[in-house]
């Protein structure tokens, strides 16, 4: 009894863990190495989170758990944090560290988090799914650009004016 009882609590548990999601043209791995590469149309799913992209190579550790996830190409994409903030974006290169939970983007990054309208573009934007925690950096001497959406009070205001 108390094994059947310790496998259906084992299986709840597994019907709620994240699973990684990928779906492309092609694909080959090297399994003593730990890669899987998948090329062409490749979009990736996890949680609530999507990224596409035409190139995705995911590199596993010796349990065949994902390590890194290294994404390349037209790549877009849309998160959920932990915090529930959702992002939405594009870039060049996109690299996410499952085990830190944390998301790179780099080489023209558009992000614009969703709650908020803010928008950030740079050259690496890195966005941390626990924390909260966004950075970004330029390249070639260029600016980080960060664009806020302010609320016009004075329309809000014109309409209960007597």
């Known amino acids: ?6 496998m259906m609590v ?7 863990a994240d699973e990684l999601k990928v779906l492309s043209d092609n694909f080959r791995a090297d399994q003593p190495k730990g890669i899987s590469i998948f090329t ?3 979009m990736v799913t996890k949680g609530h989170d999507e990224l596409n992209a035409s190139k995705v190579t995911i590199y596993t550790d ?3 758990k994902p390590t890194k996830m290294v994404a390349e190409g037209d790549v877009s994409f849309y998160i959920v944090t932990e ?3 959702k992002y939405r974006g594009k870039s060049q290169r996109a690299v996410y560290l499952p085990n830190e939970k944390e998301y790179q983007f780099y080489t023209k990054v558009d992000l614009i988090r969703l709650d ?7 050259d690496k934007v890195v966005v ?10 330029s390249a070639n001497n260029e600016p980080v650009m960060m664009i806020f959406t302010l609320q016009d009070n004075n329309t809000s205001k014109k309409g209960s004016s007597k």
């Open 1 to 6: 009894m108390k094994k059947i009882i310790f």
């Open 10 to 16: 084992l299986c709840a548990l597994g019907l709620y």
């Open 40 to 42: 062409g149309n490749v």
């Open 62 to 64: 010796s349990n065949r």
């Open 83 to 85: 915090l529930k903030e």
């Open 116 to 122: 908020d309208f803010r928008r950030v573009k740079g």
């Open 128 to 137: 941390n799914t626990v924390h909260g925690h966004a950075s970004a950096d």
